[in-house]
């Protein structure tokens, strides 16, 4: 297991600060909401009719608001150690290995613990303003990978208008990211594979919105409904990705929690108020799990990752590493040895 070490560095003052800014933000929000939703008609992309098609699903004070608070040195210094590292990548390579590392910060025990106490640990739930406001650094850094100045205001405008191209249609519906359409509030809570979802489905659209700036200033509306089709399709599967991961967390609660019966561990997990997508999965599977093999043939390579890291977090959250949880760990690693030698 000496790869998967990699991926347990502690990301608790990464946590504790996402938190403490996000959850702030919300109460400032809602005094400010008129004023922000005036300033967002600023920005030029956002008055593009395929943009504002998608992202007035959203209720965008939020979203602005958290991308306020993005700290633009750390996005830059991010980019920069990966530039120094990989010399020889592309911009795109770059802005995939930033997804990478973004979905683990968000798995890892460190991140996890600074938000919520107790058994939720285990689950892995996240505070929704908290992922917000990771998944808002993201687009940061990706467009500092393709040479952007993340100071100028406009990165604001295009985080919305991302976040409407990746997440503004239908199939954001279908994966259970209902929530997004309304403004985060403390205790909301999105489970660990809905927030690879999320990660992968921005990042994706990031990347090849920042692929179409850097050919044409602004990106013409065709271009900008092509983006939104593709990242509908990435979306589709990163939705069947989602269900894949949930099967396989329902094999490592089981594991880690041999003395929980599936009645027992499901009202947990209803506490949390997580989307009703994987919990449903989840709760199919705690009574009749999948084999596990079978799941891990249809499991994504980027994908994996994330998974690894959530399910090494579940494994920590009891004393010790049992026989059972080794198996499971070594599967998910096995599956993907490349993807891991990577991170």
Known sequence: ??????????????????????????????????????????????????????AGVFKLGWLLGI????????????????????PNETSQQIAHRLIVRK?????????????????????LALDLAAVAALQTALVYEIAAAYGLNL????RKGEVLAIFGLALGGSNAVRAGLKFLRNVPFAGAAIGASTN?????????????????KLQAD????????????DSEKYLNVAIAQQTVMDQVLAHMLLASYPGKTWDS???????????????????????SPQPLNALLDQLNCDFAVPLLVQCRGIAQSTEGVSPQEMEILSAIEKRCPKAFAEV
């Open 1 to 54: 297991m000496a790869q998967s070490n990699k991926l347990t560095y502690s990301t608790s003052n990464l946590g504790k600060s996402i938190a403490q800014r996000s959850l702030g933000l919300v109460g400032q929000l809602s005094r400010r909401a008129g004023h922000i939703l005036n300033f967002v008609g600023n920005f030029p992309i956002l008055r593009n009719p395929i943009v504002r098609r998608f």
């Open 265 to 287: 561990i499901v009202p947990e997990l209803k506490s949390l108020n997580l989307e009703p997508s994987s919990l449903a999965t989840i709760e199919a599977n705690l009574r």
């Open 196 to 212: 690879a979802t999320v990660l992968y489905s921005l990042g994706y659209a990031a990347s090849r919105f920042y692929e179409a």
């Open 67 to 86: 991308s306020s608070q993005v700290d633009v040195e750390k996005a830059e210094k991010a980019v920069n150690e990966l530039r120094q590292k990989f």
């Open 151 to 154: 100071r100028d205001p406009e």
């Open 103 to 123: 979905a683990i910060q968000a798995g890892s025990t460190g991140f996890v613990t600074s938000i919520l106490p107790g058994f939720a640990i285990a689950f």
């Open 218 to 229: 602004v990106p013409e509306s065709a271009t900008l409904e092509k983006i939104h089709e």
